[in-house]
């Protein structure tokens, strides 16, 4: 079973820029369409952007022009650059499959990193 982990989150101001990273375990992750989810307290957990195996990227129109999405199938590695945060943004995030565009993924999860943009 496939594992992740992700880091990177933090504290940041309005406006500021955050990274995340995620690492997973296992060696069909470069066959594997990846997501980036987050969940805010009290609201579903929501995929905010996906990447396929072959590289094509999409986004929730909440954070189209500020995030950016990237995978290393060689590393089995995952990021997350996030730009112009805004208190919105702030959630736990997490990486793991995206079989299709805003299904939630099934299985396990990783802890996640929280991310905070106070207000």
């Known amino acids: 079973q496939v594992q992740f982990a992700e880091s990177g989150g933090g504290l940041v101001q309005p406006g500021g820029s955050l990274r995340l990273s995620c690492v997973a375990s296992?060696?069909?992750?470069?066959?594997?369409?990846m997501g980036w989810y987050r969940q805010a307290p009290g609201k579903q957990r929501d995929m905010v952007a996906r990447?396929?195996?072959?590289?094509?990227?999409k986004y929730a129109d909440s954070v189209k022009g500020r995030f950016t999405i990237a995978r290393g199938n060689a590393q089995n590695t995952m990021s997350l650059q996030m730009n112009s945060l805004k208190p919105e943004d702030t959630a736990v995030y997490y990486c793991?499959?995206?079989?299709?565009?805003?299904?939630?993924?099934?299985?396990?999860w990783g802890q996640g990193t929280q991310v905070t943009v106070p207000s």
């Open positions: 296992g060696s069909a992750f470069r066959l594997y369409a």
């Open positions: 793991n499959r995206a079989t299709a565009w805003g299904l939630v993924a099934q299985g396990s």
């Open positions: 990447i396929t195996s072959g590289g094509d990227t």
